[in-house]
Structure formats: structure tokens, C-alpha cells
């Protein structure tokens, strides 16, 4: 069963630690991405990568960080320097098709820091 | 830079009402539309997609959008909306820019 998994669904952290978002999909899609969804706000993106080992900012990147060792996983770190941590943290990875890219999504993580 | 504006925040219609949800874009260059739809407590999913051709493009659930260039817009249309219909709608251009998002309830 292909598809994208996110885990936890529910984090809960203290504020001034780090922590990291698990994002793995098995679908053979080159590129990943992360966005933070907040009421309101829709989806803005923090980090995409389009092959291993390359990741580039999105819009909203300070006090985030990720990496991209292997195709099927792209971490999400969110650092102690992120202001406003608490949200809810969609991954989605695409394919090409039709000359354009079909995002697939996660389930999505929700953070909440005390 | 890219963006998108969705100016409805929150809809409100009774079942079968005709639906239309607006969508602007600022990108000078060729884009790629597309809606999303996230049903409670399910996954984001592409609900229909505009790159070329036919700018009237038809989706899955009897949805489809109007991709109108002069006026930088791909408004969501259904004829007769169902209480299952009831999610949040997003726009995207170019698969990466969203926009904020309409919150539709349908009611039975």
C-alpha cells in the first residue's frame, strides 16, 4: 500500500528543544516538500527537495531545517529558534505528469510547544 | 513572487446550491493550477488540475474549475453541491504556492 506516512500525528515538546518530524514515502517520488498549515494562513511552504541530497528554502525556512540522505525519507527539524513553533506540519512528495507535478500528501504531524 | 488569493474564507450553502469558489493568482510566467480538497480528518488530495489546453477543466465529484488568463483567475464551480462536499478547498499555482484556503459546510 503506497502512500506517505508522518508520525506522530500528536507531538507535544517544551519550549527551547528541538524536534524532529518524521516524513517516509514509498512511492518512488523524486521531490518532497514541508508546510506549516495554520488557520487562515493555508499551507506555506518551509523546505522542498527535488533530489537526494539537494533541499531548497521555501518561504517560511527560519528555524527549520531538514535533511535528504535517503529518496524515501526528508526529516523535518524544527529548532528552538523557530518563534512560533505550534502547528500543524503537512509532507508531501510529487511525480511528473501532464508536464506539471501532482503533490501527494501525509496524514500530517500536529506540534504543540508549552 | 508568486501567490494566490482565495477570497472566500468560509461558505455556507444548503444541498443542492450552486457552488463557485474564486481564486486569483499573481505569476507572469506559465503556470500550473491546481485545487485541493481536505475532507475531516482525511489527507489532502488533488481534486482537478489546469496545464494547457481546455480551460475549463472537469475533476473527480463533479467539480470543475475555469482557468480565465486576462483575468488571472481558475474559480471552483459545482452545479449542486452535497453535504459531503463539506471540506476545505485550496488553490495552488505551480504546485508549491498556496492559498489560504476555503472552509466550505454544506448543509443536509
Known amino acids: 500500500d503506497g502512500g506517505i506516512t508522518q508520525s506522530p500525528k500528536y507531538l507535544f515538546r517544551k519550549e527551547g528543544q528541538n524536534v524532529t518530524l518524521s516524513c517516509e514515502q514509498n512511492l518512488n517520488h523524486d521531490a518532497m516538500y514541508w508546510y506549516r498549515q495554520d488557520p487562515g494562513q493555508g499551507l506555506r511552504l518551509i523546505y522542498y527537495s527535488q533530489i537526494v541530497n539537494d533541499f531548497q528554502k521555501g518561504d517560511i525556512a527560519e528555524g527549520y531545517s531538514v535533511s535528504r540522505e535517503k529518496k524515501e525519507s526528508f526529516p523535518l527539524t524544527v529548532t528552538s529558534a523557530q518563534k512560533n513553533p505550534t502547528a500543524f506540519y503537512l509532507c508531501?512528495?510529487?511525480?511528473?505528469?501532464?508536464?506539471?507535478?501532482?503533490?501527494?500528501f501525509g496524514p500530517g504531524t500536529r506540534l504543540t510547544v508549552t | 513572487a508568486q501567490s494566490v488569493s482565495q477570497h472566500n474564507h468560509h461558505v455556507i450553502l444548503s444541498e443542492a446550491a450552486s457552488l463557485e469558489l474564486g481564486c486569483n493568482y499573481s505569476y507572469g510566467g506559465t503556470v500550473n493550477l491546481f485545487w485541493y480538497v481536505q475532507y475531516p480528518g482525511q489527507h489532502l488530495q488533488l481534486l482537478l488540475k489546469y496545464f494547457s489546453g481546455d480551460p475549463l477543466v472537469k475533476g473527480i465529484k463533479g467539480f470543475e474549475a475555469e482557468f480565465i488568463k486576462s483575468k488571472f483567475s481558475f474559480n471552483l464551480r459545482k452545479p449542486s453541491v452535497q453535504w459531503s462536499d463539506t471540506a476545505e478547498y485550496f488553490c495552488?499555482?505551480?504546485?508549491?504556492?498556496f492559498g489560504a484556503g476555503t472552509r466550505l459546510t454544506v448543509k443536509p
Open positions: 508531501a512528495s510529487s511525480i511528473e505528469r501532464d508536464s506539471t507535478y501532482e503533490q501527494y
Open positions: 495552488a499555482v505551480n504546485d508549491m504556492r
